[in-house]
T-cell receptor, first 105, second 115 residues
Framework: KNEVEQSPQNLTAQEGEFITINCSYS?????LHWLQQHPGGGIVSLFM???GKKKHGRLIATINIQEKHSSLHITASHPRDSAVYIC???????FGAGTRLTVKP | GAVVSQHPSRVICKSGTSVKIECRSL??????MFWYRQFPKQSLMLMAT?????????EQGVEKDKFLINHASLTLSTLTVTSAHPEDSSFYIC???????????FGSGTQLSVL
């Protein structure tokens, strides 16, 4: 079993839909990162969380330390949100397998 | 904002040659940089943590003699793939954190193809 599990693996949505991507981990962590990787390979760090909730534009990330679970939400999804979203837990930087999101116009 | 520059973006080399990949933090000092490898349709895998002025910490299964990491300054870390073989073909990415890693900044990656 992977230390970091993401779901779903693939997600297709229509423009405007609310998106949720989940991440569960089994190890102790100091922080959790949500990353976005575009088709060209470039990676952007969206959030780092150690507790609670963070919001940036249409993106919201939450973490429940007790349950070892985090979610990334995208409101009013847009085709430009299409990318692979990766959850990474920080002590030793372990990565989830990623969620490939496709938002159709 | 902070930027991490990685070069080259793509390299094709013959089997047995060595390839050096550079990772620079352009406007901040990075005491720690991370090196990752990513195979097609797979997620990132941490290879090593590079600490300025000291030896890198390698993940289990990563050969330190094959993947030489040098972090000689606070803005530059290099990864050298020595005696590259076709199985080393992969996408290599670096990242650097600022402060307490509130944000991690990633290089644009290097696609290595070993013929």
């Amino acid at each position: 079993k992977n230390e970091v599990e993401q779901s779903p693996q693939n997600l297709t949505a229509q423009e405007g839909e609310f998106i949720t991507i989940n991440c569960s981990y089994s190890v102790g962590i100091s922080a959790l990162h949500w990353l976005q990787q575009h088709p060209g390979g470039g990676i952007v760090s969206l959030f780092m969380l150690s507790s609670g909730k963070k919001k940036h534009g249409r993106l919201i990330a939450t973490i429940n330390i007790q349950e070892k679970h985090s979610s990334l939400h995208i409101t009013a999804s847009h085709p430009r949100d299409s990318a692979v979203y990766i959850c990474a837990v920080h002590n030793d930087m372990r990565f989830g397998a990623g969620t490939r999101l496709t938002v159709k116009p | 904002g902070a930027v991490v520059s990685q070069h080259p973006s793509r390299v094709i080399c013959k089997s047995g040659t060595s390839v050096k990949i550079e990772c620079r933090s352009l406007d901040f000092q990075a005491t720690t940089m991370f090196w990752y490898r990513q195979f097609p349709k797979q997620s990132l895998m941490l290879m090593a943590t590079s600490n300025e002025g000291s030896k890198a910490t390698y993940e289990q299964g990563v050969e330190k003699d094959k993947f030489l990491i040098n972090h000689a300054s606070l803005t530059l870390s290099t990864l050298t793939v020595t005696s590259a073989h076709p199985e080393d073909s992969s996408f290599y990415i670096c990242s650097a954190g600022q402060g307490s890693y509130e944000k991690l900044f990633f290089g644009s990656g290097t696609q290595l193809s070993v013929l």
